[in-house]
C-alpha cells in the first residue's frame, strides 16, 4: 500500500467530518431523528402520512449546500468518469442494498458506530469490505 | 413546545451535512474512489472524515442519551432493530459493490444533485428505483420495519 499524499487532505476532511457529526447532533437534538440519508430518501420514496416533511427538509439542505459550499469554499460538482449503464447498476445496488440493511455511510457508518451498534458496525465492515474489494476487481483485475 | 421549527433543524442539518461532505472532498467520486482503492496510491482523507464525524455524533449521542424527547418533544427515534442476519449483510455487501463501482453513495449523490449534476440525477433515480424493488419484493416476507437505522 502507498499512500497517495499528492490527493491527501487530512484538514478538510477532518473539518468536512465535524460538520456531518454536528449535522447528526442537530438532527437528532431537535427532531430525535439519526442523520441516514439513505432512511430519509427512502422516506420519501414511500411516504407515510406526516413523516415526510422533515425528510424534504433535509434533503433541501443537502441540495442547497452545493451552491453555499461554491460560494464559501469553491466547491466543485462531481465529475463522474462512469458511463450511464455502469451508473444505473450502481445506483440499483446501493439502493437496494441500504433498504435492505436500513442505512447507509451516514446512517450506519456515522450514527451506527457513534451509537456503538455492533449491528452497525458489521454493515459498516462489511460494505467497506465488498467496496474495497469492487474497487480491486475493477482497477487493478478489469482494468 | 417547537423550540426549532420542524421545517428549518433539518434543513440547516442537510445544509451542514452537505457542507461537511463537500469540504470532505467526499461529493467527489474519485476521491472516494481513491480511498477505496487499497492497491492503488491510496488516499486516506474518508477515513479522517469519518473520524470527525463519528467522534462528535459519539458525543453528543453520549450526552443526549438520557434524554427521553428531542428538544421539540418528539421521542428519541433510536434504532431498535440489533440483529446482524443475512438481510442487513447481504445489504450492506451489495451497498458496498455498488458504492464501489460509482463512488457515490446517498447522501453525495443528492448533494451532487444541488450541483447540477445529469450523472447525480441518474444515479438517484435509479437508487430510489432500488428501493422500490426491495419493498415491491419484500412486501410479503419481511415485516415492515418499525424503526430504520438510517
Known amino acids: 500500500m502507498q499512500i497517495d499524499w499528492s490527493h491527501f487532505t487530512p484538514l478538510p ?13 442537530l438532527l437528532f437534538l431537535s427532531e430525535g431523528r439519526i442523520l441516514g440519508a439513505a432512511g430519509i430518501l427512502g422516506g420519501l420514496v414511500n411516504p407515510k402520512p406526516g413523516k415526510w416533511l422533515w425528510r424534504l427538509a433535509l434533503i433541501a439542505g443537502l441540495f442547497a449546500s452545493a451552491p453555499l459550499a461554491v460560494l464559501l469554499f469553491g466547491a466543485q460538482g462531481p465529475v463522474i468518469n462512469l458511463s450511464a449503464t455502469p ?11 441500504s433498504r435492505l440493511a436500513n442505512g447507509c455511510t451516514s446512517g450506519h457508518g456515522v450514527c451506527g458506530l457513534a451509537r456503538l451498534s455492533p449491528r452497525s458496525a458489521a454493515a459498516t465492515a462489511t460494505f467497506m469490505a465488498t467496496g474495497f474489494l469492487t474497487v480491486f476487481i475493477v482497477r487493478h483485475l478489469l482494468g | 413546545m417547537k423550540i426549532l421549527s420542524p421545517f428549518l433543524a433539518p434543513f440547516l442539518a442537510g445544509l451542514l451535512f452537505g457542507l461537511g461532505l463537500c469540504l470532505g472532498g467526499m461529493t467527489q467520486p474519485q476521491k472516494v474512489l481513491g480511498f477505496l482503492d487499497l492497491a492503488g496510491g491510496w488516499d486516506p482523507s474518508l477515513a479522517f472524515v469519518m ?31 440489533s440483529a446482524i442476519d443475512a438481510r442487513l449483510l447481504g445489504g450492506a455487501a451489495l451497498f458496498g459493490i455498488g458504492w464501489g463501482l460509482a463512488g ?12 447540477l449534476s445529469p450523472g447525480a440525477l441518474l444515479f438517484i433515480v435509479a437508487m430510489a428505483a432500488g428501493m422500490i424493488l426491495v419493498d415491491a419484493l419484500s412486501t410479503v416476507s419481511a415485516p415492515e420495519p418499525a424503526t430504520e437505522d438510517a
Open chain 1, 13 to 25: 476532511a477532518l473539518a468536512g467530518g465535524v460538520l456531518i457529526g454536528l449535522a447528526a447532533t
Open chain 2, 104 to 115: 457515490f453513495c446517498p447522501a453525495p449523490a443528492l448533494v451532487g444533485l444541488g450541483f
Open chain 1, 87 to 97: 451508473l444505473v447498476i450502481a445506483g440499483l445496488l446501493v439502493g437496494a442494498g
Open chain 2, 51 to 81: 473520524a470527525g464525524a463519528v467522534s462528535i455524533a459519539f458525543v453528543a449521542f453520549r450526552f443526549l442519551a438520557g434524554r427521553e424527547r428531542s428538544l421539540n418533544g418528539a421521542p428519541l427515534a433510536l434504532p431498535q432493530a
